[in-house]
């Protein structure tokens, strides 16, 4: 019988570490939860923990080179159903079930820098590196496609690193902000385009008529936030139209004005300024 070949890895190590914290961190709201009262409940939250270990498991099956890992996940997060029982006694057998499946994630994880990855060379980097051009750039717009697709066009033609435009990915079963986290975690910079989509203003104080001025739309405003906190406001970069009102509360975010001539060139150099690698001589004329 011949040998079984060797687990390796298919992704990069700071890849696959991605994929496992992504799958840990859902399975540890789930396993937060502190009960259910009603069929309802426990079905939804019954719907939610399998729908965990089916993309816990694909995403195993896609960061190693056979499927050893994703069938030690699934085996140690089996559960057998108690014919009879109650949604609660359920609930908490799942919920041992749930807990193992974390354990066994964890286990792989701290696994990693055991298992060979694409690239590795006679003395590996440490498993927590991310190699030059793998940083993935998270772009956040609202409507000005034109501008989308210039600074798009310009991130992919002066860097190799990966750009992500959130309705261009696959949805792959999940909800909008499901996606939208999943590609969020795995960023490591945000581009967001603040321009001047919508209208508001405050409520005047007595009948009069509101001043409303130009405003980024709102998913644009809430990601700008999500990136802020996660990332931090140093690896975040805003691109905005001339008069767009700044979100409050976001003091030290770098903007740029869409309406300079050199826009392009101060959005690069803040990106290089972050640690990724751009080449200035490809700038378009």
Known sequence: MPPEPQLQLTKS???????IDRHLEDGRKL?????????????????????WV??????LKSAYSNPEPAKEFRDTSRTASIIGGDINTEFEWQREALGRGINTLQSLRE?????????????????SATEPGEEQIFIVHGHAE?????????????????????????????????????????????????????????????SGQPTLLPRG????????????????RSRVVVLIDEGVEQPSDFRGVVYISLDDDSWRYKLLQELRGAGLSFDLNKLPT
């Open 13 to 19: 190590r700071s890849q696959a570490e991605a994929i």
């Open 31 to 51: 396993v937060d939860a502190q009960g259910v009262s009603t069929e309802a409940e426990y079905q939804a939250w019954r719907e939610s923990w399998e729908r």
């Open 54 to 59: 089916k993309l816990t498991a694909e995403g």
């Open 111 to 127: 696994r990693l820098e055991y298992v060979e990855a694409p690239g590795d060379a006679a003395e590996p980097a440490p498993a």
């Open 146 to 206: 034109d501008t989308k697709e210039a600074v798009g066009r310009l991130l992919e033609k002066t860097g190799d690193h990966a750009v992500v435009v959130l309705h261009e990915q696959p949805n792959e079963g999940r909800t909008l902000i499901e996606k939208f986290e999943d590609h969020a975690r795995a960023s490591d910079l945000a581009v967001v385009l603040l321009t001047a989509d919508d209208v508001g203003g405050p409520a005047p104080a007595d």
């Open 217 to 232: 739309r709102q998913n644009v405003v809430f990601e700008l936030g999500f990136f802020v906190g996660r990332l931090g």
